[in-house]
């Protein structure tokens, strides 16, 4: 199936780092979703977006919705240990019905040392 | 947000054996729900769409003949891997939206499965 191109692939940072990682796709999307996941347990979704331009934060994390809606970002501020883990990009494209499918990116591995 | 519950969360068989996995929604009604497939240092990848009282979407490339999925009610879908190889070893995942059918999509906790 289709996936969206993350980057970077993988990151090590230290504590108290800001983290920066994107999104990017060849086509259009009508929400952008960002999801992470620890090892062995499902993703958590973290922010959802869902109009072009749209910046949004919870806490520490802020994410942005790309002005051509084929991309987004999000960023890890003053990170800390328990953000280590896997984070996906997730797109969806057409209505937002509940069968509407998403298509998730490759995954950023965060790795951060204290 | 919506709790998505999954059952087991691991599981061991034999080669040629089948497996079921639950997948319920504890706090909302999902007439849709989706499984996933990951394996070791990739993404999701969408195997179906269980659609309630009706029968499930799979995607290119998956066998429905392998991965039988029932949605019999609202709160529950189930995935039964038949014949298990140990190439199905792998972690699987469902999920559903909220009742509010946003864009907003919860999965459950995963199980990972292991063919011996």
Redesign the interface.
Known sequence: ?Q?LNQSPQSMFIQEGEDVSMNCTSSSIF??W?W?KQDP??????LI?L?KAGELTSNGRLTAQFGITRKDSFLNISASIPSDVGIY?C?G?SGN???????T????T?LQVTL | ?AV?S?HPSRVICKSGTSVKIECRSLDFQ???M?WYRQFP??????MA?S?EGSKATY??GVEKDKFLINHASLTLSTLTVTSAHPEDSS?Y?C???GAS??????????S?LTVL
Do not use: C, D, H, W
């Open positions: 199936g996936q009508n929400t979703l999801y062995g347990e499902g993703p958590v979704l959802a869902y996906f997730a969806q937002t019905g509940t069968a509407s499918k998403l998730f990116g490759t995954g591995r | 947000g998505v999954q999902a007439t849709t989706f240092k990739q993404s999701l990848m969408l769409t659609n995607e290119q972690f995942i999920s559903a939206r059918g946003a864009g907003e999509l919860f999965f459950g906790e995963g990972r």
